[in-house]
């Protein structure tokens, strides 16, 4: 997990005159908490990241055939679309992953693809990818479905559902998705989806390997919505054409501001690429963040069902967790937006009895409930609900829990699992593009990019939402699929609001069923648990294989 937000209290928002929810930066991230994390490999001193994208990553006599330099290579090896000083480092290994129904083999392609920009298609940046192909393959079989996965942030590399959902191999974290102890071991996944689709994880401009060749210069244009969404369909457009994978099945897959992102990549690749993709896998999502606004009515709405969830897990409401989500859906659709939406700050005792119901959901005190005018914040039910144990919650997974490191503070400092993932997952990474792909560079790491999320451009006036883009994709690619993956425990981007945005697509009587909302035991990274990440696969699995059963 992603395969990705920081908590209200601390999130850095887009100017106010947005109404932007307060999530608004979404995804694996507190800004300003996490410095970039470096490979062990990496140099003690920092360079800048101009050089660090035009350093190479291995010497010549390291490098496998295709891994050489553009003036190295054979000319019927080069590319024609090599650019002068151009270095891809590009390591191929093969590999073998056992699965019930017998080993798959597969090479692993770990590279660097140009990244180009403006009008004359000047070499903007370097985007390191990672492809997984599996071999071999009968011509009768057909072309092999190809997915193209992305995490959020914005600022947040691949690595999450590389190695935490999607890829061939997973970080094992404990039974009950608890971290693991440093330095973390990978172990196959027998939930990857390599099983059913070849994998190309991709990492944003600023984030993992990847890099702008003249940051101050070119990231204005890549670090925003439009321009991401443009840079990243263009990655796409790339690798189908050096692939000669045209006549695949294409598929994106993003986790929280990942699914946000490839709802406007399906847009742009019809619009500037000439490409309909057929489906769009989106996990833990933020699809519009109006929905998610803790300052309107319905952002609170959405997240009773989560924190019921969450209250219940950690024993302080009767039932399931599921049973309590369900009791606070009925009561979030009704009697709770007419209470908000009829409150009286100037009679408050008119509303007790919305108060004394929210309390009984939540778990917390009605006291704080009545305070907070029936709008309880993340940042207080997180901090407040286990406050008698001198423990917080995760706003990323609300049974995830974790000493209170300053009971005294206003806010809570740092989120516990969000911040534990990163050295799990930036050593994890490190050490297996190193060891098991070859990838040989000084360039830092960055799992979570602090300078990306806090330089994105955001619309400056409207409140960010792809509802647009999905719609278009729908309405123009009358066969594409839409599957939305939920945590049920997940606080910070909730499943009720994928939901509500889902239920007001215009889309004929008879394919509603062209957009499917699931929910899962977990949080965020659902896939931290192996029954998360089994279902997540089983749901994408039957995602891709309906739309092939229907070519």
């Known amino acids: 997990m992603d395969p990705s937000m920081p908590p209200p209290s601390q999130s850095v928002r887009p100017p106010r005159r947005l109404r932007s929810p307060s999530a608004g930066l979404v995804l694996a991230f507190l800004p300003a908490l996490l410095a970039p994390v470096a490979p062990a490999s990496a140099p003690a001193q920092d360079r800048s990241e101009a050089a660090d994208a035009a350093k190479p990553g291995a010497r010549a006599d390291e490098r496998k055939p295709d891994e050489r330099k553009p003036d190295e290579r054979k000319p019927e090896d080069r590319k024609t679309d090599d650019l002068q000083g151009f270095d891809p480092q590009r390591s191929v290994t093969r590999h073998s992953l056992p699965l019930p129904g017998g080993a798959l083999a597969y090479g692993a392609t770990a590279e660097f693809l140009p990244l180009r920009d403006g009008a004359r298609e000047e070499l903007a940046a370097r985007i390191f990818t ?39 191999k997973v970080v094992a974290f404990g039974a009950d998705g608890t971290l693991p102890p440093p330095p973390a071991a990978l172990v196959d996944n027998p939930d990857s989806w390599l099983a ?27 670090l925003s919505v439009d321009g991401d969404a443009r840079a990243m369909a263009e990655i ?19 986790e929280s501001y990942g699914g946000f992102r490839i709802a406007k990549m399906a847009d742009e690749l019809i619009d500037q690429v000439g490409l309909a993709v057929n489906g769009l896998i989106l996990v833990s999502p933020v699809v519009d963040f109006a929905a998610i606004d803790e300052d309107g009515i319905l952002g609170p709405a959405w997240k009773l069902p989560s924190m019921a969830a969450a209250a219940a897990a950690l024993g302080r409401r009767t039932g399931t967790p599921e049973q309590a989500a369900e009791a606070a859906e009925r009561f979030a659709l009704g009697p709770y937006l007419t209470g908000l939406a009829g409150l009286d700050y100037g009679r408050l005792d008119a509303g007790q009895d919305v108060f004394a119901e929210v309390a009984g959901i939540t778990g917390l005190p009605v006291e704080i409930v009545r305070r907070q005018r029936g709008r309880v914040p993340m940042g207080v039910f997180t901090r407040e609900l286990l406050r008698d144990q001198g423990r917080i919650l995760s706003i990323y997974d609300g049974t995830f829990t974790a000493t209170d490191p300053d009971p005294g ?38 799992l979570l990019s602090d300078r990306v999320n806090r330089s994105w451009e955001w619309p400056r006036m409207s409140v960010p939402s792809a509802v647009d883009a999905l719609q278009t994709a729908l309405t123009l690619q009358p066969a594409l699929r839409v599957l939305i993956v939920h945590g ?41 648990r192996p029954e998360g990440r089994a ?8 995602l891709i294989e309906q739309v092939l059963r229907r070519r």
């Open 535 to 542: 279902a997540l696969a089983a749901d994408a699995r039957a």
């Open 130 to 168: 990672v492809s997984y192909i599996a071999e071999p393959r009968s011509p009768a079989d057909g072309p092999r479905p190809v997915t193209f996965v992305f995490n959020g942030g914005p600022g947040a590399a691949s690595a999450y559902m590389h190695l935490g959902a999607a890829g061939p």
């Open 409 to 446: 503070a206003a806010r809570i400092p740092f989120d516990p699992f969000l911040k534990g993932t990163v050295p799990t997952y930036s050593t994890a990474f490190a050490a297996y593009v190193h060891d098991a792909l070859g990838v040989r560079t000084d360039v830092p790491y960055r």
């Open 236 to 254: 796409v457009r790339l690798w189908l054409t050096r692939q000669g994978r045209w006549s695949s099945p294409t598929f994106l897959a993003g």
């Open 488 to 528: 049920r425990t997940d606080l910070i981007t909730p499943y009720m609001a994928s939901r509500w945005v889902a239920s007001r697509l215009e889309l004929p009587p008879g394919g509603r069923d062209r957009v499917a909302v699931t929910v899962h035991p977990g949080g965020h990274m659902m896939y931290t």
């Open 196 to 222: 059913f689709t070849d994998l190309v994880f991709v990492d944003p401009v600023g984030t993992g390997f990847s890099r702008a060749v003249k940051p101050d210069e070119t990231e204005k244009r890549l």
